[in-house]
């Protein structure tokens, strides 16, 4: 099949939606939602946030250096998506969308109470590129809501229903393919043994190749 060749751009999707809440030196909040936002380091945990400086929130990330990265559900869909075409200049998007407002442990920004996830940050450094200026951040702290354990008490971010966002869309992540790890894991412990029984009854080794 054949292939077409574009100018260069961004197409590295899907991505997550997040919605990042911030707050100002008079204590005013607001939430910016964010698709260019990943992992930055394991040790120290470590995460980005790339943002427009023409973004009404843009101000508050730089005065305070501070900000939290709220993951989103198919439930908080709709909110996240408002949240990105609407400006906190003109409207108060905690009070209009009725998104419970929780302060944060160690950061002075709010947390978004029906998130499954909050991630506290403190910005450690800001990389002007161009369009987006990328703030680098430290996690602080990271909560996490006790609906989402299963029954041994691991944190299952799955049965959420998180959201990703891919070209302009918003989907739900579907089903399961497999897990970390899983194509080179051995598959049973039947299986593992690399046995065959024979028409005898006898049994021969598989050596698996």
Not at 77 to 90: I, L, M, T
Not at 147 to 176: C, I, Q, T
């Amino acid at each position: 099949m054949a292939k077409q060749q574009w100018k260069p751009g961004n197409m590295l999707y899907p991505l997550p939606v997040v919605m990042v809440s911030v707050r100002d030196g008079e204590g005013k909040d607001n939430i910016i939602t964010v698709a260019w936002a990943g992992t930055v380091c394991t040790n120290p945990p470590m995460v980005s946030i790339s943002v427009r400086p023409e973004r009404y929130s843009y101000h508050m990330l730089k005065e305070s250096g501070e900000f939290v990265i709220n993951l989103t559900t198919e439930e908080l869909c709709r909110a996240a998506d408002y949240c990105g075409v609407k400006s906190g200049r003109d409207v108060d998007k905690f009070r209009e969308l009725g998104l419970k407002k929780e302060e944060a442990s160690v950061v002075g920004a709010p947390m978004i109470g029906q998130s499954p996830v909050n991630i506290e940050c403190r910005v450690t450094k800001v990389e002007e590129l161009g369009s987006h200026h990328m703030f680098l951040a430290r996690v602080e702290a990271v909560h996490a809501d006790e609906a989402w354990m299963d029954e041994k008490g691991r944190f299952d971010l799955n049965k959420s229903l998180p959201v990703a966002y891919s070209h302009g869309e918003y989907y739900g992540l579907g089903r399961k393919l497999g897990t970390f790890g899983f194509s080179v894991r051995r598959k049973t412990a039947a299986s593992a043994k690399g046995k065959k029984r024979t028409k005898k009854g006898t049994v021969r080794k598989n050596d698996g190749k």
